[in-house]
């Protein structure tokens, strides 16, 4: 199975964009989706299928593929959105993959 | 409210085994396929098996493959993992996931997952 690639950390200021590439050869062919780990905490799910946000996600946050590449933007960051974030998506022999997370730090 | 309440994380040696319970409510059971994800202290999330609604597909990472387990009891609404010749590299918080989807007796693997427990440890040490 191939492998999912994110930056390991990320530092923004308070109201600036933060964007999260997670990088595949098959992400073309999949749809990614994207969660929200605060410590101690189980993952909560922010985008799917790309670019889809579920209720209850606040409108900062979005979704944007580009071939082999998916981006989770934050916009107008908060020291809320402190936490780690992961991608996913899925291979041919419908196994599941994550990425291996990015740490987002909140100045 | 739909929930998923993980059980069953202990201290085990090295070789031994465990099952772990997840248990299910505020939705129709056997219509989502159930995985497993967990994530060892300090690293990231690690997808481990899952099993379809319907029971008769299940797939799992390279990683447990052939050491672990996964079955469902529909009559309890109860997932579980059966996990054998445990090592240190297993030593995990063991998360229950359900998919956003309805996939019928696909395993539903392009769903993502909306609902989550809060997970049980489980230590492999001697």
């Known amino acids: 199975s191939y492998e999912l690639t994110q930056p390991p950390s990320l530092s923004v200021s308070p109201g600036q964009t933060a964007r999260i590439t997670c990088s595949g050869d098959?992400?073309?062919?999949?749809?990614s989706s994207w969660y929200q780990q605060r410590p101690g905490q189980a993952p909560v799910l922010v985008i799917y299928?790309?670019?889809e946000r579920p209720s209850g996600i606040p409108e900062r946050f979005s979704g944007s593929p580009s071939g082999t590449t998916v981006t989770l933007t934050i916009s107008g960051v908060q020291a809320e959105d402190e936490a780690d974030y992961y991608c996913?998506?899925?291979?041919?022999?419908?196994?599941?993959?994550f990425g291996g997370g990015t740490k987002l730090t909140v100045l | 409210e739909v929930q998923l309440l993980e059980s069953g994380g202990d201290l085990v040696q090295p070789g031994g085994s465990l099952r772990l319970s997840c248990a299910a409510s505020?939705?129709?059971?056997?219509?989502?396929?159930l995985s497993w994800v967990r994530q060892a202290p300090g690293k990231g999330l690690e997808w481990v098996s899952v099993?379809?609604?319907?029971?008769?597909?299940?797939h799992y990472a390279d990683s447990v493959r052939g050491r672990f387990v996964i079955s469902r009891d529909d009559s309890t609404n109860t997932l579980y993992l059966h996990m054998n010749t445990l090592t240190a590299e297993d030593t995990a918080l063991y998360y229950c996931?359900?998919?956003?989807?309805?996939?019928?007796?696909?395993?539903?693997?392009?769903?993502?997952?909306?609902?989550w427990g809060q997970g049980t440890m489980v230590t492999v040490s001697s």
């Open positions: 098959a992400l073309p062919k999949r749809f």
């Open positions: 996913q998506s899925s291979d041919n022999n419908d196994i599941v993959l």
């Open positions: 299928r790309d670019t």
């Open positions: 099993m379809s609604g319907s029971g008769k597909v299940a």
């Open positions: 505020g939705f129709t059971f056997s219509n989502y396929a």
């Open positions: 996931a359900r998919p956003l989807d309805l996939c019928g007796s696909s395993t539903c693997s392009t769903s993502p997952f909306d609902v």
